[in-house]
């Protein structure tokens, strides 16, 4: 880590999350010589290669606009990079890093064959225009179109880029490519080789891995009060799968502050957050206006001052300090199952876990995202569409997988389950023995 530090000063993301990592494994790596002499965690903790490149696009007024395009290839030691593409104005290289460090892991959790990879721009869709979204696209993969292909690098959607834009950079990369294999990108229009339920996918896993979570403490989802922050793509599907389960969603979540839902959230409110994604106006009091007498609005609180059982981070990186988790538990919360990558600090986790409440992070219970990915993949090269019963029983038997992972290598002697240990060690393990059969690359 300090050989780390002194390389990277000032990368506090991709630093707090390769410290995550390696804490967790410290035991295991010394207990594998061979690990050490390959250098496998140095080798492991650099990306591959990194594209840094201008985008130059025109909006609303005629003015000429300038951002910076990433993409960040991590690991390929157990398949094709693979990995989401964010559009956020807090976009840095060192962001971008922490997220295809972490992808690597995930995606290895996944049981299917990806490496790991992230990309992105300093872009804000805050605010944009239908016409501007599209010229930034475009632009963007004027770029882009050279570092990836179906069997070399695998984009998706994250943060700020969804279905309209996925659709927007597809559209571009075949008129420059010349190449029609739709697999080159994932998250796609069900009408041009998307998977059904992909949208779906980071939520509706995210509740099947706490379900398994839950019944492996002796508990059940059904009428528990869950606290969902955000209302993006993956605070939306956790909200349908959640409410499906029978749980109450009681709060949803935005930059502008907290939207209370005593009564739990209905399927119009569900409805809802699609339209406040698509208008891009960044404010979840916009819901309230909406269902005044359903939803209250307090401006600049988080989702973490509503009392509840279960809480759900949804939105972004570090979204719930210690403070949050106090305040959580001190209201009677007594699980997180973290949606967002790396929501919490390490603060929040820490004390989650020295006060008994049951917690896992990140890469496992999202992975339901990337692995619903994985199969579109298979859909594109087999030139078929499965319907959605399938896609769903194949993400259900996936994210059982990652638990049962998380069982494996993370139960301690007292019987409980480790989570962050166990998707650490678990994803690493993969990894080193995979990269240590290639050889010294
Ligand atoms: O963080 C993530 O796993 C994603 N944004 C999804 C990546 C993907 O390739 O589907």
């Known amino acids: 880590m300090a050989d780390l530090q002194a390389r990277h000063p000032g990368e506090s993301e991709y630093l707090q999350a390769v410290q995550e990592v390696l804490e967790s494994v410290e035991d295991v790596y010394n207990q594998h010589p061979e690990f050490e002499e390959a250098r496998i965690v140095e080798r492991m903790v650099e990306p591959d290669r990194i594209f840094t490149f201008k985008v130059t696009w025109i909006d609303d007024e005629g003015q000429v606009q300038v951002n910076t395009g990433y993409r960040v290839q991590f690991n390929s030691a157990i398949g094709p990079y693979k990995g989401g593409i964010r559009f956020h104005r807090a976009v ?18 996944t049981t299917l064959p990806m490496g790991g990879a992230k990309g992105g721009s300093d872009f804000d869709p805050k605010g944009k225009s239908d016409g501007e979204i599209m010229r930034f696209c475009q632009a963007f993969m004027t770029e882009l179109w050279q570092c990836i292909g179906p069997d070399q690098d695998i984009p998706a959607g ?18 420059l490519a010349r190449e029609y294999n739709t697999g080159v990108l994932t998250g796609k229009g069900l009408t041009w080789g998307g998977s059904i339920l992909r949208p779906e996918a980071t939520g509706f896993g995210a509740l099947y891995f706490t379900h398994h979570l839950l019944q492996k403490a002796g508990r059940e989802i059904k009428g528990q009060r869950i606290a969902v922050s955000g209302f993006g793509n993956v605070a939306w599907g956790a909200c349908i799968k959640a409410t499906e389960l029978g749980a109450k969603v009681v709060a949803i979540s935005g930059p502008d502050g907290v939207c209370e839902i005593p009564e739990g959230i209905t ?26 007498g359903a939803a209250r609005f307090t401006a600049g609180k988080k989702a973490w001052s509503v009392a ?44 989650f876990q020295h006060n ?16 619903t ?42 019987g409980s389950v480790d989570y962050v240990k166990g998707a650490n060690i678990a994803g690493f393990m993969k990894v080193a023995h995979a990269m240590l059969e290639q050889g010294i690359i």
């Open 267 to 292: 399927r119009e409110m569900i409805d809802y957050m699609l339209v406040m994604r698509a208008s891009n106006r960044d404010r979840v009091e916009d819901m309230a206006d909406k269902f005044p």
């Open 373 to 414: 990915s994985g199969l579109e993949m298979t859909q594109n090269a087999e030139h078929i569409s499965w319907d959605a019963a399938e896609v769903d029983s194949k993400l259900h038997f996936i994210m059982k997988s990652i638990h049962e992972q998380c069982v494996k290598y993370g139960t301690q002697p007292d």
């Open 92 to 109: 840095t290289p060192s962001m971008l890093k922490f997220l295809g460090f972490e992808q690597t892991f995930k995606n290895a959790l």
């Open 158 to 175: 994250d943060v700020g880029c969804g279905g309209r834009e996925i659709g927007y950079m597809y559209g571009m990369y075949k008129k």
């Open 356 to 371: 008994g409440i049951l917690f896992a992070p990140g890469k496992a219970v999202n992975a339901g995202g990337v692995a």
């Open 308 to 351: 509840c059982d279960i809480a759900l981070p949804c939105a972004f990186q570090n979204e719930l300090s210690e403070d949050d988790a106090r305040e959580l538990v001190a209201n009677g919360c007594w699980c997180c199952c973290e949606v967002s990558n790396m929501g919490c600090q390490p603060g929040a986790i820490h004390f």
